[in-house]
Each structure stands twice: as C-alpha cells, then as structure tokens.
C-alpha cells in the first residue's frame, strides 16, 4: 500500500519560516521523482518544487531563494523548507511521488496558513 503522509503544517506570521516533511513508503522511494505542490482556495494546484531521484530540483520562480527541497532516501522523506514566507503562500501543500510512466501518488496534503 502507497502512503505519502505529509506533515509540519500550520499557522505562521509574514517572514516566518516552516518544515514540512513528506513520509513515504510502498515505494521505491530513492528512485522516485518527488514534488511539492499547493492550492490555494478557488485556484488550481500548482507545481512547488521538485527534486528528481538524482537530486536535481526545479522551483516555482515565485518561491526560489526562499524555499529549499531535499530528500532523505535514507528515511524515504522528502523535506520542504520554507523562510520568509508570505500571505500569498496560504494553501494546502501537497507531497508528490511519480516514476515515468509507472506511478503518480498523491499524499493528503497539509495546511499553511500565512497571517498575522
């Protein structure tokens, strides 16, 4: 069975910074092409960042310099770390796994919430 269990959500002032995590298994985690996406209410869910099995990562121009994902193959974890975070980032952020053609799972996703 394929979980993706994405965590570390929650309420966070203008400038603050958050971690999340995203806990897989039922995978072959170290060879899966991981990703962050987010939708915020009454849009479409949007690409975040990506890391490729090989470490490679790809960012949203809107989140690059502030935000960093990496992967631990050793934990099958996947992080996303976010600093100076904006109103605009609001959404619910979920975790991605995908291998070619073979599989695309999607976690159930976890909710930041940027205010003051």
């Known amino acids: 069975q394929v979980r993706l269990v994405e965590s570390g959500g929650g309420l966070v002032q203008p400038g603050g910074s958050l971690r999340l995590s995203c806990a897989a298994s039922?995978?072959?985690?170290?060879?899966?092409?991981m990703g962050w996406y987010r939708q915020a209410p009454g849009k479409q869910r949007e690409l975040v960042a990506t890391i490729h099995s090989g470490g490679i990562t790809n960012y949203q121009d809107s989140v690059k310099g502030r935000f960093t994902v990496s992967r631990d193959n050793a934990q099958n974890t996947v992080y996303l770390q976010m600093n100076s975070l904006k109103p605009e980032d609001t959404a619910v952020y979920y975790c991605n796994a995908r291998r070619g053609g073979y599989y695309n799972y999607w976690g159930q996703g976890t909710q930041v919430t940027v205010s003051s």
């Open positions: 039922g995978i072959s985690f170290s060879i899966s092409d």
